[in-house]
């Protein structure tokens, strides 16, 4: 087993820079973004470089997939997007709270039970009976 070249390397490390860089910069739109509008007046550093690595290393793994569906130019488009998405995924999972909130909100839409939404809506899931076309036979 041969160990890692120069060439190796930089393929692996080139484009993972790129990606991360494009991404990047989508995570820092949107978090410009969210400071325009008053939603969030923060700035979050951690959540934009998390985002963006993770993304970057998920685009690494989608390139050749890309490389053969789209053109290059869709690529930088979609890392960009992905950059925004990772932010806004981050932004919703940053505590451990909200994912474990979000897991018994699945599962008790699962079960059929009501669900108390953040504003304190009450929402009640109904659940259809399924219907038995078999009509009841008389004997004799």
């Known amino acids: 087993m041969q160990g890692m070249n120069i060439e ?3 393929s692996i490390v ?4 790129l990606y ?3 991404t ?3 995570a820092f739109v949107k978090d410009m973004y969210n400071s325009i509008r008053g939603i969030d007046t923060k700035f979050r550093l951690y959540r934009m470089l998390t985002g963006a690595l993770v993304s970057a290393f998920f685009m690494v793994g989608l390139e050749n997939w890309l490389l053969r569906h789209v053109g ?3 690529i930088v488009v979609v890392s960009f997007f992905i950059g925004i998405v990772s932010f806004e995924l981050f932004e919703k999972l940053s505590k451990i709270d909200s994912i474990i909130k979000y897991y018994k909100i699945i599962q008790d839409i699962k079960h ?5 939404l953040p504003d304190d809506t ?6 259809e009976e ?3 076309n078999d009509k009841d036979k008389d004997d004799g």
């Open 8 to 10: 190796l390397f930089l």
């Open 14 to 17: 080139i484009p993972l820079s």
């Open 20 to 22: 991360f860089l494009i």
């Open 24 to 26: 990047l910069a989508g």
């Open 72 to 74: 290059l130019k869709e």
């Open 112 to 116: 059929g039970r009501d669900i108390q």
């Open 122 to 127: 009450k929402v009640t899931v109904k659940r």
């Open 130 to 132: 399924p219907k038995n």
